[in-house]
């Protein structure tokens, strides 16, 4: 029996239709369906980035919990 792997590497949430989010080494890749606005919150509530994204892009933002957050979907996410 092989044990879990539990790295640091977050692989990609499938928890939203069009918002997929994915997190190593600092770097928070958020990737869409479709072009669409796209908010991230640090733990506080603050805004720390907003931008439309039409497929991905690539963030680099302290290690932390994060909402990524679209017209319609929400993400929460853990930058290690």
Known sequence: RSEPDFGTEVSLLPTAKNLMVSSKNGSMTIMTNKAT???VYD???????EMNIETARTLTLPKGVYVV???????KV???
């Open 69 to 75: 957050k679209s017209n319609t979907e929400v993400v």
């Open 37 to 39: 606005l796209v908010k």
């Open 43 to 49: 733990i506080a509530g603050a805004c720390v980035a």
């Open 78 to 80: 853990i930058n290690r």
